[in-house]
């Protein structure tokens, strides 16, 4: 599909599932005057079609890829403290709102040490979203440049506060966006499927023909 100049329809969209690290994203983000539409399990607008995730994508400008890795940033901390307040207030059973709170509040903290999810990785997102046209603002995963050109076909945070300045800029400065939106589509048509499976393939055929060489 050839990448056209669009009339924008959405400022910021988040795709993805909601979780309490995606959470305190947004909140950030509306905190900082920058209003989101977030679709996916769990979020108010609720879950795409693949058309409507591709036409959205193309129509906004400014398709962000957000973390699943526990933030290493004291404000995550006490925003799930905040949570906890607010599940006791309006919670119907108190005490277990308070013990299902602590216990998410504990298992993140936990896990921002521990677990895999404290370290960023490489998501098929990172590709959908250039190959539909879109402009990405990702986090970044390590390897993640080895794909795309930082600033020229994608452009890369690391914490909310970068995130922040990022796309107040790019929202002011449509030319530069365009430019990437197109470079990083452009790029994306390297990393297809189809590519891929493709280079599997030839690699198979190399290695069975050195093997019947010996």
């Not at 996916?40 to 959205?56: A, D, N």
Request: hydrophobic share 40%.
């Amino acid at each position: 599909m050839p990448l056209e100049k669009l009339e924008f329809e959405n400022d910021i969209i988040f795709i993805g599932g909601k979780n309490k690290v995606r959470e305190w994203y947004i909140s950030e983000l509306h905190n900082a005057g920058l209003k989101v539409r977030c679709f996916g399990f769990g979020w108010p607008e609720g879950k795409l079609s693949y058309e409507q995730m591709v036409q959205i994508t193309r129509r906004s400008k400014i398709s962000l890829n957000l973390s699943n890795s526990i933030p290493k940033d004291f404000r995550y901390y006490l925003y799930l403290v905040k949570q906890i307040f607010r599940s006791i207030s309006f919670g119907a059973d108190k005490r277990f709102a308070i013990a299902s709170s602590l216990r998410i509040a504990i298992n993140d903290f936990i896990s921002s040490f521990i677990e895999e999810k404290a370290f960023e990785q490489i998501k098929a997102r990172n590709f959908e979203i250039p190959a539909h046209g879109g402009f990405q603002i990702s986090q970044y995963a390590l390897g993640l440049d080895d794909y795309f050109i930082p600033g020229k076909e994608i452009v890369l945070f690391s914490t909310v506060d970068e995130l922040i300045v990022l796309i107040k800029y790019y929202l002011f400065n449509t030319e530069e966006r365009e430019r990437i939106r197109f470079a990083g589509y452009e790029r994306s048509k390297m990393h297809t499927y189809a590519l891929r499976i493709k280079k599997i393939f030839q690699g198979i055929d190399h290695d069975q023909g050195l093997h019947n060489c010996e």
